[in-house]
């Protein structure tokens, strides 16, 4: 099993996509790569914590490879936003990739490079070593699956049938 950490824009929508992608084991939601240790969800909204809302996914990689994330987050994400994603504005709301292991920063490099390639605006995702992560308040995980009107950016019918996670 294997792990990553992203931000793309509001943590619920995130989970809550890639909670059914086949090759994902477990997600949560947290605050990654701020300036403080153990945020709250009021401190990153207001400012006094500069963490990026973000997604742990944890995944068997002889069923899913980085790539195939990065590629389910292209997805759902607008990659040329500067700190917004659909409706929600400020810095916590963010895109970003925070790895672990060089090999994981190597393939999420070029992945981003790859990407740049095709696109005509600049990609604004940002690419760094994860320096800190806190797991989000409880009612925070799960969000969507809780409170199915919840808002969410994201369309959660972007995943194909044959792309879904049967165990879930």
Known sequence: MKKIVIAGGCFWGVQAYFR????????????????KENPTYQEVCNGVATHAEATLIEYDEAIIGLETIFDHMFRVINPHSLNRQGN????????????????DYLIAKSFLETRQ???EKRIT?????LSNYYKAEAYHQDYLVKNPNGYCHINLGLLKEDEKNEAK
């Open 117 to 119: 390639k095709q696109l």
């Open 125 to 129: 995702v940002e690419l760094k070593p």
């Open 20 to 35: 059914d992608v086949k090759g994902v084991l477990y997600t949560e939601v947290g605050y990654a790569n701020g300036n």
């Open 88 to 103: 929600d504005i400020g810095v916590q709301y963010r895109t970003g990739i925070y790895y672990e292991s060089e090999s």
